[in-house]
């Protein structure tokens, strides 16, 4: 607890938030029995850890005190100024919003995401709270830890994963984890930590080759440290390759960490001189950052013993960016930038382009009507893979992972799709079912009176332009009903005893055999006798079928005599 007072100065609004605080807090205990104190001040040591500024510190310390004591948010305003009592107003609605699996709280879930887009320190303060209860949720009874953990996984683990958070997202998942899947978590525990030490010490012997190598390359300051993986995420990757361990190749990944991007690609090489690379299994995401702007060279290979081993190589900043994420980003920021207060905080996300998403996470909640549309995109557009493009005038669109320029030209307008006929990804022609990347700019050239094609179906990535497509494509079909193509045809002549009913009968023959008769006509034999002249005509037929119709219509009382022209 002292560290954190040591961290500032005695004349600091954090000094005075932590003893406001303790005061406040003085009586309460936490379900554990300890001070309640204790977990405002994790709370802010968390955040102090992070990199966030002293208002932020001192709102981690107070964000419980307007809900949970006597004191108003008007004594805090007082105290500590307008810029933390916001903050804390912030949080203490946010706290009041509550979130229950059974009935989705949409319109809680609307204003958090709200709130954290006015200012994004209220959601970074949240999340280290949540973080907290999280690491001390034991206490509470099991009714109260599987609703705390189901939110926590579908709401804050995915928004800390938005916010560029890997490492806070992957613990909060895992503290979630053996309380929203028990069995799923025992099943872990027993297959996968038993050969824990076994795969440390293996990791082990390949950091130690990897680091001499390195030194030897001229690579002199790396850091090489092994990862095992997060619990959440293997088990995840477990369900898809059918719980099959020796499918996994990164239960324990070796990260090396160097100075500049230079360093980077080096080590990558002198990676693959050690151990051949798997094909296939080399992600750059330097050259091309993921939509939450994790930066990192991944790659697969065969590795000691011929096991496959995962490293991922990255430099100090990227990697202080992939366990911060945006708060390193705001961190930087404070660092470079001192500017007044002025109500929003946006951390200057927006002056590295890197971080637009959040202005279109804006624009995006606005344009939900319904709430249920609202928590589903929640739950499974927003916060599974997107990218983000832009168009030639500097409006970005958000698409899944793998959406195409025609995708995109039905997310402008539904006449811009069904008119594309080409498009232009920075700058230049590309194909149509090209796979736009974040950060692209999409220019859609289009032409009157061009009609969608029904090959856009086998690439097209969202619902919404298959729909239109489909629906272009009937319009198109009723327009322009083309004449029947001709088909082969077969007509039987039979001669046959004249009387009424006989041509009903043959028809039936054709009938029985669920076959659709084209043509049919009975003429009277014209010199006046007792024969008739029928004709039916029916499409081909498989030779059984029609073997069995002669057979039976020759059984017909009446037939004389049954043939069979075979037309084109
Ligand atoms: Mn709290």
Not at 27 to 42: C, I, L, M, N, Q
Not at 158 to 168: D, S
């Amino acid at each position: 607890m002292s560290d954190l007072l040591a961290a500032y100065p005695p004349e600091s609004v954090v000094t005075h938030a932590y003893a406001f605080a303790e005061e406040a807090h003085r009586d309460a205990t936490r379900a554990s029995g300890e001070p309640y104190f204790t977990h405002v001040v994790a709370v802010a040591n968390t955040v102090r850890e992070w990199g966030l500024d002293e208002p932020s510190v001192a709102a981690a310390l107070l964000h419980d005190v307007v809900e949970d004591t006597s004191f108003m948010l008007k004594d805090i305003e007082q105290r500590f100024g307008k810029e933390v009592a916001f903050l804390v107003d912030g949080l203490t609605k946010l706290k009041r919003i509550s979130y229950s699996p059974e009935q989705r709280d949409v319109e809680g879930l609307r204003k958090l995401v709200i709130s954290f887009t006015k200012d994004l320190r209220v959601l970074l303060v949240k999340l280290a709270d949540r973080l907290h209860n999280m690491r001390t949720l034991e206490s509470l009874s099991p009714e109260r830890q599987r609703k705390i953990s189901l939110e926590t996984m579908e709401v804050y683990a995915p928004l800390a994963y938005r916010l560029g958070m890997q490492k806070l997202s992957g613990e909060l998942e895992d503290l979630s984890f053996p309380y929203t899947n028990p069995e799923g978590y025992d099943w872990l525990m027993e297959n996968v930590e038993s050969s824990y030490e076994e795969r440390i010490a293996y990791a082990d012997r390949v950091r130690a080759i990897v680091a001499a190598a390195l030194v030897k390359n001229g690579i002199q300051s790396a850091a090489v440290d092994t990862r095992a993986k997060h619990h959440t995420s293997l088990y995840q990757k477990l369900i898809r390759r059918g719980m099959d361990l020796s499918q996994i190749y990164d239960l324990v990944a070796v990260r090396i960490i160097v100075e500049t991007v230079e360093e980077c690609y080096t080590a990558l090489g002198i990676v693959h001189q050690l151990w051949p690379p798997l094909g296939g299994r080399i992600k750059d995401y330097i050259a091309r950052p993921k939509p939450n702007g994790y930066r990192s060279i991944h790659t697969a290979v065969m590795c000691i013993d011929g096991r496959i081993t995962e490293f991922q190589i990255r430099t100090k900043e990227m990697h202080e960016e992939a366990e911060l994420g945006i708060a390193a980003h705001w961190a930087y920021q404070q660092a470079r930038n001192k500017k007044g207060y002025t109500g929003e905080n946006w951390g200057g996300m927006n002056d590295s382009g890197k971080l637009t998403w959040i202005e279109q996470l804006r624009n995006w909640q606005e344009s939900f009507r319904s709430g249920k549309d609202f928590i589903e995109a929640l739950k499974t557009d927003f916060f599974k893979d997107r990218i983000f493009v832009s168009t030639p005038r500097n409006d970005i669109v958000d698409l899944p992972a793998g959406a195409t320029p025609v995708d995109f030209a039905y997310r402008i307008h539904s006449d811009v799709g069904n008119q594309c006929m080409g498009a232009k990804v920075n700058g230049r022609i590309v194909p149509l079912d090209y796979e736009l990347q974040s950060g692209d700019t999409v220019e859609i050239l289009t032409q009157r009176g061009k009609k969608p094609s029904e090959n856009w179906l086998t690439f097209l990535k969202t619902e919404i332009a298959r729909k239109r497509v489909r629906a272009a494509l009937r319009r198109n079909r009723m327009r322009t009903l083309k004449p029947l193509a001709p088909i082969d045809t077969l007509e039987f002549t039979i001669a046959a005893a004249d009387r009424p009913g006989y041509l009903r009968t043959a028809a039936g023959v054709f009938a029985a055999q669920h076959v659709n008769i084209t043509y049919a006509m009975s003429q009277s034999d014209q010199k006046g006798g007792s024969l008739a002249r029928v004709t039916i005509r029916c499409g081909a037929l498989p030779k059984e079928k029609l073997e069995r119709i002669i057979v039976r219509l020759k059984a017909i009382r009446g037939t004389e005599e049954v043939r069979v022209v075979h037309q084109r």
